[in-house]
């Protein structure tokens, strides 16, 4: 099985891209985040034609919103549980009986400073609730996928300045402390650092704001995949499409990709 995450900042404005890209890497389930749109409005019938034909959509007017879309099945059943007041996380049970949740982390605002910042304490305390959640409600020795846009970039090489970026929101000491906890509080591990290791630069996003990105190259990694440890040893490839950045009118966020052995 293949499953793919992508912010892709507006998937009305896209389609031409997604249509490319879903034929280049043909993943059987593709999470999307920041898709916005109400739910209504979700472009159900573009996915059907390329035969994503489960569906489930938690859509929000103007900004947010996330999707879980899976071929014939791929998809056993969606799983309702309120880890977001907003259109922030969706999670679905896999046919193969793995638990998949797709997240979309508040980004934070400019300041890093919970005082001044209601934006950025909102982000802080989202990832103290999600943690909360699962210490109390899962186990290290469950099947779980937790992809998305977690819009922070944890380690070193996930930012192509760790010193510049130290007091930029998305890489602060106080966003690194959270998502590690988010990430040892059931023993994830991360499923595309298994196949680039953290001594290379790796990102998944470029901002708008660089008219050169590949020039520049001043990413950050924000988009993850990771996965409990009884399913680390059954994920065989891993990786970023860091080309689809460069595509006609695309998103600032690019797909990441990881590929689970039939054999669980």
Not at 27 to 49: A, H, M, R
């Amino acid at each position: 099985m293949k499953i793919t995450t992508w912010n892709i900042n507006s998937i009305r404005k896209r389609l031409d891209i997604v249509h490319r890209v879903l034929n280049e890497i043909q993943p059987d389930v593709l999470c999307l985040q920041e898709i916005k749109v109400i739910t209504e409005l979700f472009p159900y019938e573009f996915f059907n034609k390329l035969g994503y034909v489960t569906q489930y959509i938690k859509g929000q007017s103007g900004y947010n919103g996330v999707a879980i879309l899976g071929k014939f099945g791929t998809i056993k059943d969606v799983q309702e549980m309120q880890l977001s007041s907003e259109s922030r996380h969706l999670s679905v049970l896999l046919s193969n009986g793995i638990e998949l949740h797709n997240f979309y982390i508040p980004a934070g605002g400019d300041v890093p400073d919970s005082v001044v910042n209601e934006k950025f304490k909102y982000k802080l305390q989202f990832f103290d609730d999600i943690t909360a959640w699962f210490l109390n409600n899962r186990t290290a020795k469950d099947k779980i996928i937790l992809v998305g846009d977690l819009n922070v970039a944890p380690l070193e090489n996930d930012v192509w300045s760790h010193k510049q970026l130290l007091k930029v929101v998305s890489h602060t000491p106080v966003e690194i402390e959270k998502i590690n906890s988010l990430y040892k509080s059931i023993d994830f591990l991360d499923a595309i650092r298994k196949f680039i290791p953290p001594e290379q630069k790796l990102y998944s996003w470029w901002s708008y704001r660089n008219r050169d990105w590949r020039k520049s190259d001043r990413g950050r990694r924000l988009d993850h995949i990771w996965v409990t440890q009884p399913l680390f040893p059954y994920v065989i490839e891993g990786h970023i499409a860091r080309e689809v950045r460069g595509y006609l009118n695309p998103s600032d966020h690019c797909p990441v990709t990881i590929q689970l052995s039939k054999r669980q």
